[in-house]
């Protein structure tokens, strides 16, 4: 089983509609909790983190984490076509080790 | 703030040479930085882990010797590639964290190398 799991997509979105993306981890002392957006041929950029159970909104952009159930989800609102991309979900597993462990990515298509 | 730099952003060489890509956090000391790799469709991969003054820790099937990091000031680490071949040709990025107890880890620009 993979630590980190994200459906690969495409997910896709019309213009203006809500887009969901989901990601589940295994290991249940994990305690931060981030998405990126990666572009094509481009690096990671960090959209959001989230510590505790509940949502966070930033803008267009709400993370959900539920720790009980290990998921956490990531909505964005009025879905606009530079959203199109491929949305990484990290964990960090807290084990002492400050690396990352991400997940494979959902890539996000927003048709106009 | 949180800007991290790469240099350089791409680079062609020939098989068996080395090449050196640096890491700079702008903005900020980052004490811990991490190399990554990623090939074309594929997600990132987790090289090694960079700290200040201390030797890099490897991930398992990653060759240290082969891969030379160092990290010898709170703005600066360095991955060589040492005697590249071209299934070492790919997109290599690093990041740096920031500080605090978060983890948030900002990532450079990356480094496109293509081994001929």
């Known amino acids: 089983q993979k630590e980190v799991e994200q459906n690969s997509g495409p997910l896709s979105v019309p213009e203006g509609a809500i887009a969901s993306l989901n990601c589940t981890y295994s290991d249940r002392v994990s305690q931060s909790f981030f998405w990126y957006r990666q572009y094509s041929g481009k690096s990671p950029e960090l959209i959001m983190s989230?510590?505790?159970?509940g949502d966070k909104e930033d803008g267009r952009f709400t993370a959900q984490l539920n720790k009980a159930s290990q998921y956490v989800s990531l909505l964005i609102r009025d879905s606009q076509p530079s959203d199109s991309a491929t949305y990484l979900c990290a964990v960090n597993p807290d084990t002492g080790r400050r690396a990352l462990t991400f997940g494979s990515g959902t890539r996000l298509q927003v048709q106009p | 703030g949180a800007v991290v730099s790469q240099h350089p952003s791409r680079v062609i060489c020939k098989s068996g040479t080395s090449v050196k890509i640096e890491c700079r956090s702008l903005d900020f000391q980052a004490t811990t930085m991490f190399w990554y790799r990623q090939f074309p469709k594929q997600s990132l991969m987790l090289m090694a882990t960079?700290?200040?003054?201390?030797?890099?820790?490897?991930e398992q099937g990653v060759e240290k010797d082969k891969f030379l990091i160092n990290h010898a000031s709170l703005t600066l680490s360095t991955l060589t590639v040492t005697s590249a071949h071209p299934e070492d040709s790919s997109f290599y990025i690093c990041?740096?964290?920031?500080?605090?107890?978060?983890?948030?880890?900002?990532f450079g620009p990356g480094t496109r190398l293509t081994v001929l």
């Open positions: 990041s740096a964290i920031q500080g605090g107890g978060y983890n948030e880890q900002f």
């Open positions: 960079s700290n200040e003054g201390s030797k890099a820790t490897y």
């Open positions: 989230i510590y505790s159970n």
